[in-house]
Structure formats: structure tokens, C-alpha cells
């Protein structure tokens, strides 16, 4: 079976930031750069439909969805808090992701595709149920999650999170949820503070495994071998959705681990086989964060010729 | 940043950096911190913390003159030079 790439260039363009903010329009530029290679021509590629304002709700609090609706501009920049800006053009590239995400799930579910990438921004796991930040104004991959139990009655979904800052927005909207497992390795301390391996859940569902300024590969490794494998393979997923972020590349400038393009490789085949022993190899993967342009180029050329089983 | 972010690690007090270092950690634990900043004022707190070791380790190389010196009797207060 395939591999599914659904991108919206046009709204990802035109989810404008204040000048030199990281979290910029050229990040899609240099992952289409990346998926233009010849590697990458078997991919199924289509556009992140816009997303079902009534998916959004199911992680985020009706009044908190109407209320970042209502904020959005008829022109220039509104802020959301030091990091988090609208511009016109926000709401479409977030509800693109929100689509997006969703509609990668219909894919693996219907078995269109064995696997999808959505490569859409801004980014979304730093969202909480009621509160925008981080760059992030929902939370795409939480709403996959749950979209997928409600649309097509999976039972057990597993969010697993590489973005080197922690999900916390992942975390708020699953803390007592005990049907969606969330992991992450992430830096601490670094924004947005929470990820300690005692945050745990309500029903012990939560698996954090974070790791320290300086760390490489290795560390990154041993976190998921040693802390997160063992936890979701207990866990059983019936599809695991990736909150895919690059930052933790040595090269990006928001953070210090140390991690190589090979490492994503790495991850996302370990992820596979966890997906292949208990999700019928069901894996949606959404960009998060990276924000060193060839950082980011080599990781998702890695990360996606993974996904398509190179 | 704050204004006292900018001052010269190398010239603070230990009071003065750890003061400081400990404003850092209480803000990245809070997660007072914007995430586009997160990464320089962690970097700053690393920068206090070898400051504050710096101190230490002069401190310690004093004591040490003062206690292991002169067959065991007091040596004084002449100071030690660690650079």
C-alpha cells in the first residue's frame, strides 16, 4: 500500500508571522523542496481539505473555537499572546491542518493509504483545550485522534510526539483520557515547562521521557527504547498519529539536542513496527515544529522515505 | 528579557547569579517563557550556573589553602590565585 502526502501550500504560505519569527511560511518551501526529489515521486499527493469546525470541538472547548474564530483579521497581525499570531490568512491554514489530519485518518482507515504525512503549518500540539500558544491554535493531531474514535470507532489511539518541546497541549487535552496513550521525548527544561517523566495521567497513559540540553541520538534512542516502546506496545494501538517535529535536529536554533536526520529514520521505523503488530500499520504523521530550513529539508526526507518503507 | 539579563556574568557576586539563576529555572518550570526565547534564556541560566561553579571552586581552592598548609597551622588570609 501507499504513501499519502496532503499539503495546502497556498493557505501554509499564508499563515503570515511578525518578520524573522521561526515559525515562518519559508518551512513549507523547504518541505516541498525536500518532497520534490525523485525518491519521493511514488507518493499519492492531494490537498488537506478544510477541516469540520465540529472535529475541532472534540479537543477544544466550543467557546475557546468561536472565540479564535472571531479573533481572526481583516488585515495586518493579531497576537495572541508574545509567540501565537493571526494574520487573514490564519484561519484557513489551521483548519487546513485540522482537515488535513483528519482526512490522512480516513485514508488509513479506508485503506487508500498505508500511511500518510500532512504537511501543513502552524503546528498544533502546544494548544490546550482553551488556550492558543507556542505558534499553535489547535491541536490537529488530537483531533485525528479522537476523530478517528468517533468517525470510525477505533478504540485505542496513540499520539506519539518527537517535537523537541513538549506537548503540552496533547497532554491537557489526554490527561484523563485513558482510550488515547500520549508519549513524547522533548527537552527540559525549555518552553513550554511541563513534560516530567512523574506527569503520568489519570489512567497512566501519559508517557513522557525527556531529555537533557546536549543529549544525541543515543539518549534519543534509549528514551524510546528504554521509556516509550515498551509502554505503547503494552498499549496496543489500533493507529498511532506522529506529531512530527524536527527540532530537535542539531542544527535548529530553538533548542540543544543533538539528533541527526537518521534518527527521525530511526524513530519512524520503530514506530512502523509497533503500528504493524497491533494498527494494521496505520500511522497518520503531522508536521509539528523545525525551524532550521536544511534541518528540517534532510529530517522529513528522512521521515517520509521511512513511511514509504525505504 | 529582563534588564539584568544583559549584565556581565563574569564581574556578578555568587548572591547576584544564583539570584538570577534561580528567577530562570522558576520561569522555564512555569512556563513563563516564550517558546522563541526559551532557548536563550536557558542558555543564559547555563552561563550563570558555571559563574556560580566558578565562585565555588575559588572559594573551595581557599579553604583549601587555608587547611592544608603550613603543616596544619593557619596560613592566613593570603588569597589563592585560581584563574
Redesign the interface.
Known sequence: MSTLLLTHTASSLNHKVSEG??ERPDRIRAMEKALSQDTFKPLVRDEAPMGDLETVKLCHDESYVEEIRAMSPKQGLVYL???TMMSPGTWEAVMRGVGGANAGVDAVVSGKAQNVFVGTRPCGH?AERNRA???CFFDQAAIAARYAQKKHGIGRVAVVDFDV?HG?GSQDIFWADPTVMYCSTHQM??????GAAQERGEHDTIVNAPMR?GDDGVKFREAFEGVILPQLQKFSPELIIISAGFDAHWRD????IQLDEKDFGWVTRKLMDVADKSAGGRIVSVLEGGYDLQGLHDSIVEHVSALMGH | MASNASADVTTMTFERAIEELESIVKRLEDGKVPLEESVAIYERGETLKRRCEELLRQAEARVDKITTDANGAPVGTESLDVR
Do not use: E, Q, S, V
Request: net charge negative; glycine share 14%; aromatic share 10%.
Open positions: 519569527h521561526p499572546d508574545g509567540d502546544h500558544m507556542g505558534f518541546h503540552n527544561p525549555l518552553f513550554p515547562g511541563t540540553p536554533p530553538l533548542a540543544n
